[in-house]
């Protein structure tokens, strides 16, 4: 039986990663994105779910923050849907964990490194075959200004499973594929191909999600929200597409080109009806 609870839903992926009852998955996953040098041997979840204090209303992502046994500063979030400034937005939040570490005298030797981590079911660097994209203030050559800023981003889309289904050596290779197909899979699917026994209690932290029905009510809303929130960014681009064809045709017609703002105050069905009678004319004028 499938487990049928995906960990790229928000409210499920801080179960697994944001639970200070669950710190070796924590641990695993930190370890397994930023190389393990220097080892993370411990780990405290800042803004923990305790009971009952989420919210269905809530609409904020549900993102983990946390701080290991060397000082550093980690945010943690997944992202099912590539929004406008996305880049910019994790490089913000990054900055801002650095920023607030200081108070007045304080010195900046104190500084601890500020992660961003970004699990992200979407691709944005298409030009890059790399699962696993880590920037860092580098120079051109290579040289490391500081580490005190870091942000990490995994692109899930881009992983193609072996044909085998064999075990899955890597660690970064296997939260990826964790997921990506840990929502259609078996647990004895998982527990073959993902070796490490931190997957058994991160398959088991699912099924507790499927078994409790207020967890699985709260799961079930927010990945409505997902759904919703993917479908309204579908329907933009859309509209965005249809706006740029009717202006193109308007010029090949040879009419006043319509600004960008008065399409966009037009319905759908207007721009189709606007898209059909120009492609109507352009037939008429051939």
């Known amino acids: 039986m499938v487990i049928g609870i995906d960990p790229t839903v928000d409210f499920a ?11 070796a998955i924590t641990l695993h996953f930190l370890n397994a994105v930023l190389g ?21 209303d809530k609409a904020s992502i549900l993102d983990v923050l946390a701080t290991d046994d060397h000082g550093r500063f980690i945010d943690i979030e997944i992202q099912t849907t590539l929004p406008a400034g996305l880049s910019e937005r994790l490089t913000y939040y990054a900055a801002s964990q650095l920023v607030e570490q200081l108070g007045e005298g304080d010195s900046y030797r104190e500084l601890r490194p500020s992660i961003g981590i970004c ?11 790399a699962l696993h994209l880590d920037f860092q ?13 870091q942000i990490h981003l995994l ?6 499973p072996d ?13 990826i594929h964790f997921f990506r197909f840990a929502a259609t899979s078996s647990a004895e699917d998982l527990r073959q191909q993902l070796p490490d026994p931190v997957f058994v209690e991160a398959v088991g932290v699912l099924e507790m999600i499927a078994r409790n029905p207020e967890e699985k ?32 045709l308007q010029s090949l017609a040879g009419v006043a080109e319509s600004t960008i703002e008065d399409l966009r105050m037009r319905s759908s069905e207007e721009l189709a009806a606007m898209e059909v009678a120009l492609k109507h004319q352009l037939r008429e004028r051939s």
Not at 36 to 56: A, H, R, W, Y
């Open 36 to 56: 393990g040098e220097p080892p993370i041997t411990t780990v405290q979840i800042l803004n923990p779910i305790i009971g009952k204090s989420f919210d269905d």
């Open 119 to 129: 699990i992200l079911d979407a691709i944005r660097f298409r030009e890059s075959s």
């Open 13 to 23: 992926c801080k179960r697994l990663l944001g639970s200070p009852d669950h710190p």
């Open 217 to 248: 009510r709260f799961y079930e809303s927010r990945l409505k929200m997902q759904r919703d929130e993917k479908a309204r960014l579908e329907a933009a681009e859309e509209r965005g597409e249809a706006i740029g064809r009717v202006r193109v």
């Open 137 to 149: 203030l580098r120079s051109p050559s290579g040289e490391l200004l500081t580490d005190c800023l």
């Open 155 to 160: 692109e899930l889309p881009k992983y193609d």
């Open 163 to 175: 044909a085998d289904n064999g075990v899955i050596a890597a660690p970064i290779l296997q939260w």
